[in-house]
């Protein structure tokens, strides 16, 4: 069975500071990971996705985040924030290519940023 | 050029009544999704369509009945509704095969009364 865990509910960070938001997955199978933000009163955008191609993902606005096998993380990195970047994030894994995969996300992380 | 669009943005209603949320996509996929978000922003996935053949079926009550009259097009009826439907509901859609990214509505937001 697959499960995410996002291991901060809130995180603050001072403007122009890096921003690390965590997950742990688990998978029985190899999984496609995704980053989505979302914005108060506004609808999920993808952020980035893995999907067994390079371990390193760079997605948009700045944001990465390395798929670590090993350690079964995916978490999400910013070098520094800024103002507009305060919004939900989610991960979410996803195993197989089909209509009926299964499609999990984890409870999201609040992303606050200090002036 | 919305991609995916909801309707109504905003719904409130009484306790009991039926309402809809219609969804559409006008992304070529195959694939749509109904999502329910609660008050702590848990997003839960609903139901699933794959060109017009329900997929996934979550444990959701038999109140909510999705409808797909094609594929770009995936409706959201409520009966008798509750106060815990009370929710923020987004649609997405997908291409199958094309590593399971979603593409989501700007989400319509529930009230019940």
């Known amino acids: 069975a697959q499960s995410v865990t996002q291991l901060d509910s809130h995180v603050s960070v001072s403007e122009g500071t890096p921003v690390l938001l965590r997950c742990n997955y688990s998978?029985?199978?190899?999984?496609?990971l995704f980053w989505y933000v979302q914005h108060p009163n506004k609808g999920l955008q993808l952020l980035l996705k893995y999907t067994s191609a390079a371990t390193l993902v760079k997605g948009i606005n700045g944001f990465e985040a390395e798929f670590k096998k090993s350690e079964t993380s995916f978490h999400l990195t910013k070098p520094s924030a800024h103002m507009s970047d305060a919004a939900e994030y989610f991960c979410v894994v996803s195993e197989g290519y089909s209509s009926a995969s299964k499609i999990i996300f984890g409870s999201g992380t609040r992303l606050s940023i200090r002036p | 050029d919305t991609a995916v669009s909801q309707t109504p943005k905003y719904l409130v209603t009484q306790m009991g009544n039926d309402k809809s949320i219609k969804c559409e996509q006008n992304l070529g996929h195959d694939t749509m999704y109904w999502y329910k978000q609660d008050s702590k922003k848990f997003l839960k996935i609903m139901f699933s369509?794959?060109?017009?053949?329900?997929?996934i079926n979550e444990t959701v009550p038999n109140r909510f009945s999705p409808k797909s009259p094609d594929k770009a097009h995936l409706n959201l009826h409520i009966n008798s509704l509750e106060l815990g439907d009370s929710a923020v509901y987004f649609c997405?859609?997908?291409?199958?095969?094309?590593?399971?990214?979603?593409?989501f509505g700007p989400g319509t937001r529930l009230t019940v009364l």
């Open positions: 997405a859609s997908s291409q199958v095969g094309r590593s399971d990214t979603q593409y």
């Open positions: 998978s029985s199978y190899s999984p496609s």
């Open positions: 369509y794959n060109n017009k053949e329900l997929i």
